[in-house]
């Protein structure tokens, strides 16, 4: 769903359902939904898993050609295989280039130098910054995210060679667009009006909603029958062991006797 009407000091948020090729995959306050994804069979591809209103299309490549760019288990783009020359197949750990049939990079890595007749694919690490979280034959790694503290977001879990970085929201903030178990962007949370706070869906509206909450005050009255509880129990404890000493003392002092 989408935010069709936002709050107001007497209302809560109005919410409407995304229209049909359109999706929204978490808690929002975005006015309108994401378009899904279109699984070209043009470019190789082919629908895996159809769109619906709260989760993206995925796709998978056609018969003849590769994934060179996968992503949440499935594929953005992908490229047509070369017929392989006889004796060759194409393997699955393998790319196309050219007429050969070229070993892959492992993840952290990517290709420096092709494969040819004589010799097997070079590979280099990903420099500071990129990554590659699987075993590819690109010629780059893909730059890591940023999280900018000016638009609301700080790292969770920092980018390494292979796998990119997870960003989470700073205080004030709250996800516009989750991906991946973090965050690609966010708003800021609306100030709200005395008596409420900032509700755990990110959303100010009045105090009859779930959402909102009026602060309610600490009962240190509470506490007070807890604590004569205790200290009665400390005192008897306190008079047994009294009692019980004095009577060790005189039995001892008649024994001496």
């Known amino acids: 769903m989408h935010v069709n009407r936002h709050c107001t000091e007497f209302r809560s948020t109005s919410c409407a359902s995304c229209t049909e090729g359109t999706f929204q995959d978490g808690d929002n306050g975005r006015e309108q939904c994401f378009l899904c994804k279109h699984c070209d069979a043009g470019l190789g591809l082919m629908v895996k898993k159809s769109c619906s209103s709260t989760s993206d299309a995925v796709c998978e490549v056609l ?10 288990g499935g594929c953005r783009t992908a490229q047509r295989h070369t017929v392989c020359s006889p004796g060759q197949y194409i393997g699955q750990r393998e790319y196309r280039v050219g007429g050969e049939c070229c070993p892959t990079c492992p993840p952290g890595m990517y290709v420096s130098r092709h494969c040819t007749e004589y010799r097997s694919t070079s590979c280099a690490s990903c420099t500071e910054g990129t990554f590659q979280d699987g075993d590819n034959g690109r010629e780059q790694c893909f730059a890591c995210q940023h999280c900018d503290a000016g638009l609301g977001l ?47 869906r990110g959303w100010c509206q009045n105090s009859s909603s779930e959402s909102i909450k009026p602060r309610t005050p600490f009962n240190y009255n509470s506490l007070f029958p807890l604590l004569s509880g205790v200290i009665l129990m400390a005192s008897m404890a306190a008079s047994i062991a009294i009692i019980y000493w004095k009577k060790k003392k005189k039995k001892k002092r008649q024994v001496l006797h």
């Open 63 to 72: 018969d003849g050609f590769f994934c060179s760019d996968s992503n949440r």
């Open 154 to 200: 700080k790292v969770k879990k920092s980018c390494s060679s292979t796998s990119d970085a997870v960003c989470e929201v700073l205080d004030g903030f709250f996800c516009s667009d989750s991906n991946r178990g973090g965050c690609r962007a966010a708003q800021r949370h609306t100030v709200c009006s005395p008596g409420q706070y900032i509700g755990q």
